[in-house]
């Protein structure tokens, strides 16, 4: 197990892409304790022998679509209609777009794509500061993948043996809830008169139009979540419906996707897909290690430790995730952590859906968080600024997330209530 | 070396269409899966063990073709710290890391098809040789995207235009 952790650690300090690096200490740990490196590709192979991750590529396709397809600047669009007219209005209409948009979009790098481009850079000319735009939607860009469908918890759901269903029906409120935590900071900062008026680009004609397209692209989410919850089709099978109705609303309804862009998004989505495919691969093969040099003694011993105070694991484990946080990305913190720590959380009695859900929102706080969160490259890169420029801005935001990561830690309902509602 | 590179990047650009295509090919399956069960009222046997082996396809040439358009996850603790020199060593250190990893996927899954190869696929009766054969053909083809790369980078060259994804 030693052996694993320093290649490991090693291999990602060295900048070697964490799919290949967790394959590669695999293999020097296998070969470290004499087992047959045909284990290797055994494990790789098992790792992807799976129906349910095969949502993830058909959400990031649909994601790909929907961007590709316009369907971006009409949730903007209909963002501005709810809330534009207040003070700091566009900085709301941000965040509503991120809910909405995360409604179709699998990955917090998609929101950042589709509204970091528009926000970023349409922000600064209504007085914002481009920090300040940027730091929005980065904050905003964890939403992403909490509020279904959601492309981490596909991945984690395969990994951790969850119902993913349950999942994306639990992820609903704390979405939601992380939404409300940045309108909080943004209600602030217009209280203190430091956010301008927005300027309001939707006139009354045009606005009939904008909510139907709105409409249209939202009953994209309402359809999965009930179209899976009905038993109508499983969630695998729902991406690929969801991949259909994009593909329908961009070529006939929208008519803004050519034959090129179709090929394009297919080829790009397959390419991510492979990327984070070959990552639960090569997590199968570390995963292996570790079970037969005896994580479980380990963690059955870890559990004991916390036995009475399941609240105290979770607060341990949210510490935790958010250090890790500070140096790998959430996937493939989530992948390596979730199938050892959920079975403890399972011994201290915690819900599986409450304790899922502490650990991928603080997880996915790891994207927005320095000195290696993806979300703030894309950030820096799009809105032309330095990390420090856009952290001055974004802390504030990543506090108000973390207080309702806490939230998540002390009111299980959050997470289950839902659940619970909606699976009796 | 400029054929080789040429080569190279002419496979990886057939083997990008190609999984774009298995993309494609796995939603027209899950669509009339769910077509057939509905409408028809008779369930496809074959199509969830089919989207399965083809997105193993679609990981391992996926994997490589990533690799040469650098768009794997990577977390870089030590390279904002180095000079240009440093770079171009950690550049290399990372690259030979992967074609190790490549040379080991590569070998071992040969093996594995051999001793596992006549297994068949529990619906289909597909032999499995041509779904491991997927770690076969995408191993080889990550250890020549990242020899390329090696040779460039010793070269002196370093990430070219034809390294850029399409967009």
Redesign the interface.
Known sequence: MIVLAVVLVVLLAIGVPIGFAFGLSGAAALWWTGMAQLNVVAKMFAGLDSFVLLAAPFYILAGELMTRGGISERLIHLSRIIVGRLRGGTAYAAVVSAILFSGISGTAIADMAALGQIFINGMPREGYSRAFAAALVTAGSVIGPIIPPSVIMVLYAAVADVSVLKLFVGGIVPGLVLGMSIAAVIFLKALRGELPRSEITVSRAEAPGVIRDGLLVLSLPAFIIFGTLSGVFTPTEAGGIAVLYALFLSVVVFRQMTARDLVISLRNAARLTAALFILIAAVEVVNYVLIMEGIAEWTGQLASLFKAQPTLFLLVCVVAFLIIGLALDAGPALLLLAPFLLPISRQMGIDDIHFSMVMIVSCTLGLISPPVGVCLFVACKIGNITQRQLWKELWPFFTAECVVVLLLVFFPVLSTGLVSLLFK | MDRLRDLTHRIVVVA??A??????L??VI??A??FQR?VMFDSISWS?EA??YF??W??????A???W?L?????????EFLGSGGRRI?KL??EV??L??AL??AW??V??CW?NGRQTAPTSGMPMVWV?AA?VVGGLLLVLVTFVRIADLLAGRDTGPERS???
């Open positions: 990008d269409y999984i774009g295509a298995l993309l494609a796995l939603v899950n669509g899966a769910v509905y969830e989207i399965r997105a193993v679609l990981t391992f040439l996926g994997a073709t990533a690799s358009y768009e794997h996850m990577d977390m870089d603790a030590i390279g950690q250190v990372i890391c992967v190790g990893f080991i996927v071992q899954s093996i594995y001793l491991y770690m994804p399409p967009a």
